[in-house]
């Protein structure tokens, strides 16, 4: 069913979008201000050695030879070399992208799993006095910026009753034997719990909203009134039936919403002291650390992009009324 | 997504000026239509009542802030009155720089209005226009435009904000220019669609055969159509914008002269009044709170408009 | 005492030290000024003065400091009709506008390197000085200047660097707003506190790290806050021996032939004894029985290779010390090294041999061919896979980067092996949460305190097994002016600009700094106590001696409160 050629045309235009973020991002940090010589300079270099730097960074180039270096390497999959660490751009971003997935993948996990089904617990109940105060629950939750949910969290939990960490990933003693242990440890596991239950404070309220209203949408149609005729109990009419068939435009809208999560990480990872690739992009870019920033920029950007390009397909795939190639 | 509130008038094209009547005849009927299923729903209600709270407490804060929002507070022996708990010259206390809290919180509410109106708007300006004009003409104009929607949605929020403001200057203007460059994304690709299905109407293509231009026929027989989608996403855009503007705030991003409820935040936290000060911390976190949840129930509101399969029977 | 210049004789009579300003708690910071304006009236336009820029750090950087920067601006604006505007940028972008001249004042705090004053007396005030983007340009200053890095006597050296310190008095380009004291805590139920040693660098001093006593189990392993852990750690990168945090790994993990002592004496540590044969000609030889990390003997060839790589490869960060100053070293024994001085250098020991790390020879030598870094050694990655090897009383453990970073103590060193097993350096972000990781133990002790004194020392009395022990660094916090823009390049402006900030010191240090910080009227902390002149001259009286001053020298203010520049002179 899915078309050969449309597939081919959608993902060529994903790959130019990619590449057209790219060079936005090229362009903007070359706008910041301060440059990258001022975080890794020191006071006391002379104004030869400054060049040197500066040539041995390839800055000295004209500003459109750079930007074709960039992009050629860009297709061979090179990031570069940090400025500032002198690693290697990709090992020291993906480093810190699993550490930012970790949190944000188990945090949407455990939302939408937990959103969905009081989403369709509320649809059932639509029209009451309780699924009113449930609503209204649940908007304030979502309303409730997550930096300060966080710090109020953080505070109560860690603080005042000592019963996780103050943030951070590790234990001060724990050791690993491997990438695998280090983020099955127990440990890890205890790090996790404050700022994966702050996210998921905030992150249920879309998918709980979404089911419910599928749900209700769901509900008026015939086959549920057949099942009502057949004599089925509500449990499995809600569950059977109607939910089955609500939930399939909340998992497309997974997809989209990781993307845009994704961004607003840095806040979660600035309260919990989450050494996450959030605040390691906004650090980069204010010590113009070219590399480092583009790179990690790039990689949200290619999340967000191609976790569209999924939802897209879902949904085409999913959704018999939406043809495909278009018109 | 439904345009019943339209389709049911007849169309036939007439004089440019029965056409303009005609649409501002559906504007009203349509608004009217909405403001009565608006007003059935009393959280929405309640939420218009939230929003007209505090945009009447930004009209009015400047003439009855009791201090300037840096104005020192001394104590009797000359120092600073520094964290002092509610009193009743200072019912929300003062900050680690002695400055009063509730004198800040008032004058925050006109930055979290200002953004989050004018935040909205902007949203739905450029949202709506831009998926009008996709949704209609299609082919190309389509192509291009969703290919650039495809590629603004590529560029993470919060981080591109930061570097915007850091190259821009720290001001609130920046961050409404952010929020207005990122978000109308999601406004223009639904208002996109609903077009689609609005222009294969009958009606539409009547306008068409008759010889109206394409401006009005986007002016006056999509746009009423789209009109509540937009609202709706203007409403939600709202509470976007304000928390957008107040993370950007906390992460010390803001800008230090304006007293927002970000900035505010931010300060408690950078100076460690976290666990201290409830009396800073507190008001400003559900000043946003309410709010946004205000935005969150006139969208909501809307959305039975939009919806009627949501409406409460 | 006080001799005034030429230009600042008018203003003598203001400047006498100890009258304060009783009516004004304020020292004249927020209060109404009362001082008898020169006001005039029909001032023409092109004689107001106009907006001037002050560049600041952002407040969520470092509020204190930018809380003080806005309250004098606040002050210079009410009370001296100077629209002086507070801008904060983050601090990449402070840097490189102080470098391109684009400010009129600019603050942070700066600190002479190992107790030396020659990085404040030469490189920041010399007309040649490669931090003096202020343009000041004093003749007899300049010969100070470059007299005092030549001198090899102290006590002659010592006497040019106080009339240095006069003429900086009296011309001030700097105006210092405190000579911060820092209080650090750590967990006395762990350590013995009489085994603490607490310097210019805090806690995180070597002498400190390798003396401490663990009293219980927890003591063992000595766990801090070190912000972050995730830099360079190249010990030839910029990032590796400038001011930035990487300081402290790269000083543990290596030895020196020489280190400041608790004092900020320079005090001989892998070297055994040295001698000057003549002005040009250094003599070391260093002690025996000193061992790498892994095994290898640590000898004066290490030593020769890796003056030789610097001076070779010139990274950016030695040129000053080592390439400038070097002329060649040669090996005299096992264990003994000759070093010829391009000219008589002062300094040489506290900032060339106190600053170069012994590099293992046969380690290095591998690793440049190895990442084809030939050119650029100070670009060889430093990883688990390719740990640090030095020969300092700590090794390279394990980095998770970004989030802990551990050294195990090296027990084999020759002599400083410590007396814990091991230092972990864990950030956290916040400041509250460094905070009560010390009350809940997790800390054994604050490498850095960013946060509030009072706070911090308030917990500290509350929590039994805590203790706090302060030290006023070797630094200041000051304010830089530009001398090329008016009103700065006016010495009586400057000296005004300096009572102001008299005036608001009190303030500063009760209010933003709750105590912790002293008066301060000298480039050159008092810490520093041979270097240090107390007769420095300053400016007081807050906003009335800065009124007195200007009107002496011309400058008049309109009905509106505006200044204006004395007659004659036209500026932005």
Redesign the interface.
Known sequence: MVNKRYLARRFL??V???F??AT?LFF??R?????P??????????E???Q??IE?FGLNEPLWKQYLLYMWQLLHLNLG?SF?????VK??IL??FY?TMALMLTAFLISYTVGIYLGAQLGWI??TSKE?AG??VV??V???????TG??V??VF??KL?LF??????G??AQYSGPVSKFLSVDFLYHLVLPVFTLCTYYTGLPLLLMR?NL??VL?EDYIDTARAKGLTNRRILFRHAARNAVLPVVTAFAIAI??A???Q??I?????W?GL?????KA????DYPVAQGA?LL???I??SM?FFADLAYTYLDPRVRLGG? | MSGETSSSVAHSEGEPSQGWRRFFENLRNSAREQAHIFAQSRMAVAGLVILIFYVVIALISPYIVPYGPYERIYTDAGGWAKLQPPSLAHPLGTTESAYDVLSQLLLGARIAMFVGLLGAFMVAIIGTTVGLVAGYYGGWVDEIVMRIVDVLYGLPFIPFVIVLVTVLGASVWNIILGISLLYWLSTARVVRSEVLTVRERPYVEAAEAAGASDFRIMAVHILPNVIPLAALYAAIAVGYSIVAQASIAFLGFGDPTIPSWGVMLQRAFVTQSFGTAWWWVFPPGLSITMVVTGAYLVGRGYEEVVNPQLQEK | MRKMGAAGAAVGSVSIAGCSDQTNPDGGGEGTGTGSKNVESDLPEERKIGEKVHVSNTERYYAARYQANALVDKTFRDELGVPVQTKPVEITVLVSREQEGDFHLVTYNWTASNGDPDGIIYDRFHKNGSLNYYGFNNQRYNELAAGQRRETDEDARQEMVHEAQKILGEQRPENQYLYNVTPYAFNSDAIDPDSIVVNDKGLRNIWNYTQMEPTNENGRVVVTNNWDPSDQLNPLHLNAIGPSRNWTPTRFMHDFLFRPDPDLQMTPWAAKEYEYTDGTTLDVTMKEGMTFHDGESVTADDVVYTFNLIMETEPPAYINNVVQTTESVEKTGELGVRFNLTEAYAPYIALTLGMVPILPEHVWEQRISETGNEEAPWKVPVNDDMPIVGSGPFEYGTWDQASRFRMPAFKEHAFAAPNIDARVQNPLSTRDAEMEAMIQGDYILLDYWFGSPRQLSNTVDEQDHLSMVQNSGQGRQATWVNMERPPFDDVAFRQATNALITGVQPTIIEELYDGFGNEAISPINPTLKFWHNPDTPYFENGVEGAITILNDAGYAWNEDGELHYPEGKTGE
């Open positions: 235009l994903m130019i979008s990619i057209t973020v936005i903007l940090f706008m910041v201000p301060g440059g010589m001022s975080a890794i300079m020191s006071p006391r270099m002379t030869a050695a400054r040197r730097v041995n070399q500032y660490y002198g690693q290697t090992t020291l480093d810190r550490n639509r029209g009113r609503m209204l908007l304030l979502r309303s409730t910026p997550v930096f300060w710090m109020i953080l505070y860690a603080f000592n960490p103050l943030g951070g990933m590790r001060v003693g209203n209700l949408e008026s993307g845009f994704v961004g607003g840095v806040l990872e600035t309260v919990f002291s050494p959030g605040r390691e992009m906004v870019s204010l010590r113009s920029f949200l950007s290619t967000v992009i569209n018109t």
